[in-house]
């Protein structure tokens, strides 16, 4: 439409809202169309044309920087079924943060379905591997690249986007570690040092006494969080770091002098170990930073202990904060057995030190994760630390897991209650529970609560009642989330 037709159009529109007619003012190819009508049909016809003019002929025109994306990616399971969007809705909504957003997300697909993207879309890297295409599809600018389905490559490495390489490399890493790592050694040092750092990380997956001296040729690398991990990674398979002399500037040793050294028993003496008493907040800040930059390995070998033997005789209680120093110096140099014999004691123990057995769940399988949900479950007086747990399968908490200790007496408890803080630590826990359970505990936990004196339509009740209507899809097994 040219500018005069513009003109004529507006001088119409201003004829109609003042009650005139408008045939007179209307265009040639106009009246040529409304022509033979009478005069009321002219004026319809016209008005009729003018709306279809406003709507397409003055569209403004797409910005010539504008670039066409490909159609949103097919993902390999199937939509949730229209009738429970309502549902997953609701759940997404109370969910107050993108941790608890992920898991109904890893809920849902744990039962073979993927939402429907305007109810949710993956924003990072630790969404569920099925959303990698999502991923890669928001993260891409050109539209003409697509993702291959073949195997990962040195020749088609530029041809895959992030996510799907990195699910690539990590499942190769799993089933043929070497070629994954002479793939890693190739690529990586092309890559910035974020992405650099990523593909290290996926090392950790059947790391192997053969990824050692690629790992320590990471040791000039120009970037100093890549040099961090691959000297944990490396101590994870037994080696030692460059400073393990004792000497002047030995982390390891300076950590030593911040731990006592006893004996216990009367016939069979062993050693055990205590934190030492510290005397000013810069020592507690001091011994902080030296718990996360040392490894497990070094600092055994100070007192001439192996690292299970280490943990083993370690003193947890004596004081909270190095308990969990500890812990995570574990969970990131510690080598497997050392990871599994302190998880494993603490949870045989009880009482409060396994709590700090959660600081070890990326590194555990599904089995002991299990144990330490189902350990937790029994303690009433630590119930809310089951929020803290991390890379936990979805659906499999049974009735009787939940039912064989006081978490259900004291959620009912909290429920009929007039303590709001009692109230919403129930609610967090009802959430945490609703991503666990199985749809039949979930059925059965809501049931418990509204009885005790909940509104049957709670928004805290939100992932439970996703839970109990979702139906099962048969999926082939994954791969165990701790990756080990």
Known sequence: MNEGEQTGLATMRDCWITGGAAFDLAPTAWKTIAGGASPDEQERRLLAIAAQALDVALRPAAPKTLK????????????????????????????????????????????????????????????????????????????ERHAPLEKLTAENWDEFYPAARRIALADMRRSEPASARLLVEAKASGESAEVRLALIELMRFGLNPEDAPFLKSLSADRSGKVR???????????????????????????????????????????????????KSPAQEKRRAELFETCNLVDLAARFNATEPEFIGA????????????????????????????????????????????????????????????????????????????????????????LSNGSALTALRSAVAGNEDAMRRGADDILETIGFLATATTAAKLIDEVVAAGMPPAAPSLSVLRLNAALPNINLEPTHDQSGE
Do not use: C
């Open 68 to 143: 066409r994306r490909p159609p949103l990616p097919r993902l390999a399971l199937p939509m949730l079924p229209e009738r429970l969007r309502p549902q997953l809705r609701a759940a997404l909504k109370h969910a107050v943060d993108a941790r608890r957003k992920t898991r109904v997300v890893t809920l849902v697909v744990s039962r073979g379905f993927v939402l429907h993207p305007m109810d949710w879309m993956p924003s990072d890297q630790n969404s569920p591997d099925v959303y990698a295409p999502w991923i890669d599809w928001k993260a891409s600018f050109d539209g």
């Open 228 to 278: 961090e991990l691959a000297g944990r990674l490396l101590a994870r398979l037994g080696e030692h770091g460059r400073s393990n002399d004792g000497g002047e500037g030995d982390p390891a040793a300076e950590l030593a002098a911040f731990i006592s050294e006893g004996k216990s028993g009367f016939i069979r003496r062993r050693s055990i170990y205590t934190p030492a008493k510290l």
């Open 314 to 401: 370690w003193q947890f209680g004596a004081d909270n904060n190095a308990d969990i120093l500890i812990a995570r110096m574990v969970a990131a140099s510690g080598s497997d057995d050392a990871v599994t014999h302190m998880a494993d004691a603490l949870v045989a123990d009880g009482g409060k030190p396994a709590l700090f057995v959660l600081h070890l769940a990326p590194r555990l399988d599904s089995r002991r994760k299990r144990a330490l949900v189902r350990l937790i479950l029994k303690q009433a007086n630590y119930l809310n630390a089951i929020n803290l747990a991390e890379g936990i399968d979805a659906g499999w908490l049974e009735w009787d897991d």
